[in-house]
């Protein structure tokens, strides 16, 4: 009732191999979880073989803890790997390496399983490894006194270790590696957590969004980090994980912020954690004002367009708009409530040929996202006005944003 692959298993020689060979191998037809070799051997005595084989129901995942201090300017980060053996063999004293990355033929190997199980013999000591290619096997060296698996205990003893393992990390070509120091015992069924990472006094920068496209309609806070070298951080990437955030409450104890998912992070990229909505912090999206002009307008028989809005020309009463320009003057209002400064960064998306005008310093994020930002102080109200000019029908050329400089009232 193991994972195992059939058609992986092979058998090697470690001691005399110039003297042993395999003849074939045999599936007996009563015995579907067991296999026999034949082995031609030049010589009487014993030998140290390996089994290699392709297993699934291992898996693993991260998981990360990170407190920040109470001026919330640094923070201590905890990394762990849980290991999770669902296979069906209990694995002792077992080395542990973990691939950040994807391995397409290990996504198959429960479906190869299950087309015929198969068992090997004696419970005994496993070695997750990789070959030369980075190729996951594990590895299994059967001893020739037919020593039989500890007890369930016994295993659990010798697994839970004072000292703590050290994680060594690896690049191997698109993959990186952690390999667990020395050797763990993970019992089928149970899984073990084990430290990763560790980065102490890791400092941060605290930023307020408003990306609809990300976070929905909500202006949330973020804690930034880097995984880099002056974050204490950058030896490795991280994987995939939830990240607990709380922060030290300066009256010996922590605060609970957020449980928030990452995903994958290289070497040298951020490490963004939105925590919600602050509610020292009120975020308005204000329409001031709106109007239409730019207007075209066609009739006759051969249906020429004027521009009507500017006084020269008469509406006729079988005329048609076929050109017109909208305008809405919006501001963002911000009200910081918190002791501190607060940087805030907006983005907006605008559909159609649209300029947006202001004195702002905007930049494009895209060619319809517009970005800007802006600092408020404590006890701040401040407004960001901008105007959102949207041509229709005759007038419209691409379906772009383009950016103006003007001072609005």
Sequence with gaps: NTLIDPTSVELKFLTQPEKLSVVDTTYPHAK??????????????????????????????????????????????????????????????AQVRLVVGTINLVEKIQELALRGRLRSLDAVPVVLNYDKDGTEVLQKTVKSDGGKAMALGAMVQAAEQLK??????????????????????????????????????????????????????????????????????????????????????????????????????????????????????VFELIKL??????????????????????????????STVTGWADHELFTQRLRNYTPKPIDIEIERSFNGDVTFRSALQPSLFDYRTVKFSSTVQPGE???????VITRHGLIEKQSNVTLESAKLD
């Design 381 to 387: 109200k401040k407004d960001h006005r901008y105007e």
């Design 32 to 93: 579907p979880q067991m296999l026999y070799w034949n082995v031609q051997s030049d010589f009487d005595g014993e030998a140290t073989i390996q089994i290699t084989y392709f297993t699934s129901g291992i898996t693993w995942q991260a998981d990360y803890v990170a407190i920040a201090n109470v001026a919330e300017d640094s923070l201590h980060l905890d990394g762990f790997v849980r290991v999770q053996n669902n296979s069906g063999e209990d694995y002792e004293n």
């Design 164 to 281: 703590e393992k050290e994680v060594i990390k690896t690049g191997l070509s698109e993959y990186f590696i952690f390999t667990i120091e020395g050797t763990e015992t993970v019992p089928t069924g149970w899984s073990k957590r084990m430290r990763a990472i560790e980065a102490d006094k890791a400092p941060f920068k605290i930023q307020y969004r408003y990306r609809p496209r990300e976070y929905g309609e909500e202006f949330v806070r973020m804690y930034l980090l880097t995984n880099n070298k002056e974050s204490k951080l950058g030896q490795s990437p991280l994987p995939d994980g939830t990240v607990r955030v709380l922060r030290d409450n300066g009256h010996d104890g922590l605060s609970f912020l957020s449980a928030v998912p990452i995903k994958y992070i290289p070497i040298g990229e951020k490490i963004e954690m939105n925590l919600g909505v602050d509610p020292e912090v």
């Design 289 to 318: 004002k709106s109007w239409r002009d730019n207007i075209w307008m066609s009739w006759g028989a051969g249906q020429i367009s004027r521009r009507v809005d500017d006084g020269a020309v008469r509406i006729n009463i079988n």
